[in-house]
């Protein structure tokens, strides 16, 4: 009994979980219906920000001419531009791969646009394999992110590749 206890709570964690992520990434899916490319970002990073608690900032840099340039997001005034070879940023930039920095303070070279922030989720978006730019995630918290947020912005950043397609953004 106990056992069959148990698995059930598994199971029924597995579904809430598969569940949970689904429900960011259907309202950002919706919102990327939007045909106008500074319209959907600026919904889409409302949602991502309302919906992980303890964030500090959520949005979009996008490449031009060479760096990375402030899209849109929410938080405070951030950088208006990166450099390819600095910060969080620029290494996702470089590597094409998730910057999941648990303590900002400990990453070299790392950006504080805002003092408060303390751990920082960075996903490229890559379009016909091209990062065209990035989703950046900060929170005032040490280790604030997970497995989870990870997968739902790699969602997000192949959905948001989707819509640059679909609606020739880039
Ligand atoms: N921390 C980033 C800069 C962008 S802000 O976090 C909004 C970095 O080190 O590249």
């Not at 996008?62 to 990166?82: H, M, N, S, W, Y």
């Not at 910057?99 to 504080?112: K, S, Y």
């Not at 397609?165 to 880039?170: E, G, I, N, V």
């Amino acid at each position: 009994m106990v056992q069959l206890l148990f698995i059930c709570f598994i199971l029924a964690t597995l579904c809430y979980d598969f569940f949970m992520n689904s429900i960011l990434n259907q309202q950002i899916c919706a919102l990327l219906e939007e045909s106008d490319m500074i319209a959907a970002l600026s919904n889409v990073s409302a949602a991502i920000k309302m919906s992980y608690a303890n964030t500090n900032w959520a949005g979009f840099y996008l490449v031009k001419d060479g760096e990375l340039v402030l899209g849109p997001f929410q938080g405070k005034p951030a950088c208006t531009r990166i450099p390819f070879d600095k910060g969080v940023c620029g290494k996702c930039y470089r590597t094409k791969e998730v910057q999941r920095i648990d303590d900002v303070l400990a990453f070299p070279g790392h950006i504080a646009c805002d003092s408060d922030s303390r751990s920082e989720l960075c996903v490229p978006i890559i379009v016909n394999n091209v990062c065209i730019g990035e989703i950046d995630i900060d929170a005032p918290i040490a280790s604030r992110f997970s497995e989870k947020e990870e997968k739902e912005m790699l969602q997000a950043s192949w959905d948001i590749a989707q819509a640059c397609l679909q609606h020739h953004w880039f």
